[in-house]
């Protein structure tokens, strides 16, 4: 008897911890619709964004430029000027600075690195300087413009290292080295940033939150699967967790976060991207997720869309979604 008490109560446990983790309460298979369609050498697995362009890196294929326009591409395996240290190996992160027609491109080969490219002449990509010091290990890269320079930098940025999270910043000539360096307690796979908090995917250590002028830790949450990328918008944050799927945070009171949502998505969730009141996952077999976060604490499913095939990563650009697709290249689709 007591046997089946148990068995019934593990049952009822588990329909009821299933219910919790997902929400498909509705679903619109008719909000992307596929406009392109780009085939690209390699496998891509990052994008990044200008005002004319889409930046594509695709680890052994090298990285590609298509125009946001007509979506014509080039295609770069070797840069400028001319050397041993000229061809693209492994590029797997990209990040552009429109502003000043700068490319960070991460490379996986022997010691890793941050190569910074200049593609002001769109014809002749050309090698400015590398990033070397503190990158073994490299996992994630942001760059971005400084708004207002308080002196010869113009170019901040974060990238993770193995346990470590680096900011440095950049005058458009020669890199002159790391500014600080935050230690997290796991990999510092992928993070976002406010003015006043810096929010780390630390894989299996979950969230962490750090005060962003002291560099202290503020808070942490452990969160089902492994934290890889995070976006903040408000007062939320959304985590795209591996096996864990889609993970919300509410980080209103940063030394308090707060699990509030957790779709289990079906493959690995790789990355997350924000727009407005929409949330875009990959989540590699299992394709596409768009969700409706006008309520944080229960999005609610648009689309799950499989036929993107796998998926690597997925950006909004210009209210469009841009997929970047083992199986089938660059997908750019418009959303209803």
Same mark, same amino acid.
């Given at each position: ?26 679903e ?15 496998n ?5 964004f ?23 591409q ?68 942001? $760059? ?9 930098n113009? &170019?901040?940025? $974060? ?48 969230l ?23 976006? &903040?918008?408000?007062?939320y ?22 699990l509030?949502?957790? $779709? ?11 727009m407005g009141?929409l ?11 768009? $969700? ?18 796998y ?8 209210g ?17």
């Amino acid at each position: 008897m007591v046997k089946k008490q148990i068995v019934l109560f593990a049952a009822v446990l588990l329909i009821l911890c299933g219910c919790s983790r997902r929400n498909p309460a509705w679903e619109d298979q008719d909000v992307l619709s596929l406009l392109k369609q780009v085939q690209v050498v390699g496998n891509p697995v990052d994008l990044s964004f200008d005002n004319e362009s889409i930046f594509v890196a695709q680890d052994q294929g090298g990285i590609s430029v298509i125009d946001a326009t007509d979506y014509s591409q080039h295609w770069w395996t070797d840069i400028y000027p001319p050397s041993a240290d000229a061809t693209l190996v492994n590029i797997r992160n990209i990040s552009a600075v429109g502003e000043h027609k700068l490319l960070f491109l991460g490379e996986y080969v022997s010691a890793d690195k941050i190569r910074i490219v200049d593609y002001s002449d769109p014809d002749s990509l050309r090698l400015i300087d590398s990033i070397t010091g503190g990158t073994d290990g490299l996992q994630s890269i942001s $760059f971005s413009a400084i708004e207002a320079p308080v002196d010869d930098n113009i &170019v901040q940025g $974060f990238f993770g290292a193995g346990r470590n999270l680096m900011y440095v910043r950049y005058n458009g000539g020669l890199y002159l080295g790391t500014d600080y360096v935050i230690t997290t307690p796991a990999t510092a796979s992928g993070m976002d940033a406010t003015d006043n908090y810096i929010y780390v995917a630390a894989e299996q250590r979950g969230l962490v939150i750090y005060d962003r002028a002291t560099k202290e830790k503020v808070s942490e949450i452990a969160l089902p699967g492994q934290a890889l990328q995070v976006k &903040v918008a408000g007062n939320y944050a959304y985590v795209a967790s591996r096996q864990g799927g889609l993970n919300v945070v509410n980080i209103g009171a940063p030394a308090e976060p707060l699990l509030v949502h957790t $779709f289990d998505t079906t493959g690995y969730a790789t990355s997350i991207d924000i727009m407005g009141s929409l949330a875009a996952v990959s989540s590699g077999s299992g394709g596409i997720y768009l $969700f409706d976060i006008s309520n944080p604490s229960s999005p609610i499913l648009k689309q799950n869309l499989r036929s993107a095939g796998y998926t690597n990563n997925t950006k909004f650009n210009k209210g469009k979604l841009v997929v970047a697709s083992r199986d089938q290249g660059v997908l750019i689709y418009a959303i209803k």
